[in-house]
């Protein structure tokens, strides 16, 4: 850069600093009169007291004044607070630094040390990547769980919803995918969880050898609605950041019904009218721009995995229904598996990976066809099998799968501290029959 382009880019710089003011305080929302932002602007509240200023962001305007909602609850904001506009949209420092650590949507790290150096600011919310720079999947991933590396095979930058009521074995399957996948670098987001999983998941299901190269996301749900979403935003823009650099991440996302739900919240307070079992058209607006961010991209890959807390075991109900829609396939956790003591309990006929076929070879694939064939057999004829009703030798097939479905339950069963690597599970599929 030369003297002029410096000289100019000086002449062009505003050296005024413009500041609104607080008008009222309702529910959720805070309105101010001024400064000129835009919406996804970062704020600061100056409050009445000496404490440190308040980041809000711009969600919407009502006549000539702005709405800011604020990342933090806030009770020193009293009218007259003067707003302070920073002209950018929230930045998060990222790097390798941030690898093995915890941290909060903001980006601060949650045991309350300092940041590493040699980190680089970048945007939480950016657009996915050009459909026409999307490589195809066409290789397998590692994710160490014989079950789904066998009969649900998952490829890199393939996109998964993990479907499960509560209590079913969510987080412990994402752990198990944390320790045991092949990718560069995992990046878990726990939007909306209790504060006692988050340490509890890092410690019994993430374990100390996954965490070296987890970064970890946490926004809990005594939080914000504002923050529980950004949790989800902060975590995707992370594993954008690694995927631009070449690595293939992980991403693991627990769950996107609590994202989907904290932006109800702040569609209901802007507003909104709820439609569909009270969800705001915002919702189903948000999560295809969220969901389509990760996948494939000209230089590397994240493979995702969400996990969708579906309202009494309902595979139907509207945020489950959207989500499977945009993916590239979904497990189903069973309840009757989990309580029969199955885990990790995956339906594998309710489950589909919508691009194994795709790349996998051609023996993988005919055995695979073969179990589940095998299994629907049994399921169809379960009852009489179980009351004696069905007498052996009727039907050569239900024959076949009565004499088979132990060994099958027996290899879909995993410890959780159990690794696997692919090859060998696939080996153990091709000797199961």
Do not use: W
Request: glycine letters at 10%.
């Amino acid at each position: 850069m030369n003297i002029d382009e410096i000289i100019k880019a000086v002449q062009g710089v505003d050296t005024l600093k413009r500041y609104g003011k607080v008008l009222r305080v309702i529910g959720l929302l805070i309105e101010s009169e001024g400064p000129a932002t835009h919406i996804g602007e970062v704020c600061y509240i100056h409050a009445t007291s000496n404490d440190p200023p308040i980041l809000a962001e711009v969600v919407g305007f009502s006549n000539e004044n702005i709405i800011l909602m604020p990342y933090a609850e806030v009770t020193e904001i009293g009218p007259g607070c003067l707003v302070e506009a920073t002209g950018q949209p929230l930045m998060v420092k990222m790097g390798k630094g941030l690898i093995g650590h915890v941290i909060d949507p903001l980006g601060h790290r949650l045991d309350g040390m300092a940041l590493p150096t040699g980190l680089t600011n970048f945007a939480t919310e950016r657009t996915p990547p050009n459909p026409m720079s999307r490589s195809p999947i066409d290789e397998p991933i590692q994710v160490g769980v014989k079950a789904i590396d066998a009969m649900l095979t998952v490829g890199k930058g393939q996109r998964i919803g993990i479907f499960a009521g509560s209590g079913v074995g969510k987080s412990t399957l994402l752990g198990m995918i944390a320790r045991n996948s092949n990718a560069d670098i995992n990046v878990i987001a726990l939007v909306g969880e209790r504060g006692r999983e988050v340490r509890e998941f890092i410690e019994h299901d993430l374990g100390e050898e996954g965490l070296q190269r987890t970064i970890v996301v946490a926004a809990t749900s005594d939080q914000p609605a504002l923050m529980r979403i950004k949790g989800a935003y902060t975590a995707t823009a992370i594993s954008e950041y690694f995927r631009d650099q070449g690595y293939n991440v992980n991403l693991m996302m627990d769950s996107v019904t609590r994202v989907a739900m904290a932006q109800r919240e702040i569609g209901l307070a802007t507003g909104e009218p709820p439609t569909t079992k009270g969800y705001t058209p915002s919702v189903f607006a948000t999560l295809p721009k969220l969901l389509e961010r990760t996948g494939t991209s000209s230089t590397g890959t994240i493979t995702a995995f969400y996990t969708v807390l579906v309202d009494g075991d309902d595979m139907n109900e509207p945020i489950a229904d959207t989500v499977r829609g945009i993916l590239d396939g979904h497990f189903v956790l069973s309840r009757t598996l989990a309580e029969r003591g199955q885990y990790p309990s995956i339906d594998i006929l309710q489950s589909v990976s919508r691009v194994m076929h795709n790349i996998i070879d051609e023996d993988h694939r005919k055995i695979a066809e073969k179990i589940r064939s095998l299994m629907a057999v049994y399921e169809e004829n379960k009852d009489l099998i179980q009351i004696g009703a069905y007498k052996q030798g009727s039907d050569k097939q239900i024959d076949t799968a009565i004499t088979y479905t132990p060994k099958i339950n027996q290899f879909l069963q995993q410890e959780m501290k159990e690794q696997c690597m692919f090859e060998d599970s696939v080996e153990m599929l091709k000797n199961l029959l």
